[in-house]
């Protein structure tokens, strides 16, 4: 039985940065982020009893460091007892860069696998699957804006906004290619051990989400603007604090900042986010879009530009019974 399923990386606005249980996977703190629809991942699940072993190839290559985790995440929604995998995953921007690549990773890939086992699953419960394997994974099962309240043993998503009522878009900026030398989890938990920031990042989280929340509801672009960057600066202040400090951002990452903040000078309506990554993420409306390209594209040391409207859940695209 074989399913393939895409899913699109989501950027979160405000921010999960920390774990609240390690071995749960569950996060410190709730989140709100956009799915974006030119950036995706593809994840083919065949299911084949005769293999001894699972096997991943990533990008057509054979990727054995990914697959203890992608093994996981399979046990996790088909059990312990299942047949061995064969797993291919395809995707069209850098992975491990600061881009969610895992969120979509681990969402289609739970996807994929439910659809080739024929588990008649929700929405909901494959979120909370994948969100066990990566916390933003979770995100990346629904499209447009959704949330991720974090309380009690489980985690909870919900859309908050579709991609039709508030059609945003976004112009990725790429400073750097390379893998980011330390893992986003392995940061967390050097934040959540030495930062002398990180309870009040907690405490604030509440505060940020409410502001957000109100102004996706309301389409306030200069509020959610607002409230996305203090958020994100925030969060890198914490990785900054932390001993050894976790500083993602290059030189060209700061000049990237700089546009925006020029751009907004001129009247743009555009604002910035940056997750744990060298990468800028330019959030505008529709109309500025191509003023946004061309002004971080101009940008010293961009070496690539993305641009994605807002886009849909995860999804399987076919299926095979043998």
């Known amino acids: 039985m074989q399913a393939t399923a895409v899913a699109q990386p989501n950027i979160a606005l405000i921010k999960y940065w920390g774990k609240r ?84 990773a681990f969402a289609a890939t739970t996807v994929a696998a439910a659809a080739a086992a024929k588990l008649p699953l929700t929405t909901a419960e494959l979120s909370r699957l994948a969100g066990a394997a990566s916390g933003s994974a979770a995100r990346s099962l629904f499209g447009g804006f959704a949330e991720l309240s974090n309380a009690g043993d489980t985690i909870e998503v919900r859309p908050l906004r579709d991609i039709e009522s508030w059609p945003l878009e976004v112009v990725v900026a790429i400073t750097e290619t390379g893998s980011k030398s330390t893992s986003s989890t392995k940061a967390m938990e050097i934040s959540r051990l030495t930062s002398p920031f ?65 751009l907004q000078g001129e009247g743009c309506n555009v604002f910035f986010t940056i997750d744990a990554g060298p990468q800028v993420k330019a959030v505008c409306l529709p109309g500025e879009v191509e003023r946004v390209r061309r002004a971080l594209a101009d940008t010293a040391g961009v070496q690539a530009i993305m641009t994605s409207s807002l886009g849909q859940a995860a999804r399987v695209v076919a299926r095979r019974d043998d």
């Not at 054995?64 to 291919?88: E, F, N, T, Y």
Request: proline content about 6%.
């Open 198 to 262: 990180y309870d009040s990042w907690l405490q604030q989280q509440e505060h940020d989400l409410d502001i957000a929340r109100a102004a996706i509801e309301q389409c306030d672009f200069a509020g959610l603007a607002n409230i996305a960057e203090h958020n994100c600066l925030k969060m890198h202040s914490v990785m900054w604090a932390s001993r050894p400090p976790m500083v993602y951002w290059n030189t060209t990452t700061m000049r990237c900042l700089q546009t925006v903040r020029r």
């Open 21 to 104: 249980d390690l071995p749960r996977n569950l996060p410190a703190v709730g989140s709100i982020s956009i799915t974006l629809s030119d950036l995706y991942t593809e994840v083919a699940v065949d299911l084949m009893p005769e293999l001894p072993a699972d096997t991943l190839l990533v990008n057509g290559t054979e990727a054995p460091s990914m697959l203890a985790r992608i093994s996981a995440c399979l046990d996790r929604v088909l059990g312990a007892q299942r047949p061995r995998a064969a797993v291919s995953s395809t995707s069209n921007f850098p992975i491990a860069a600061g881009l969610a690549s895992s969120a979509s």
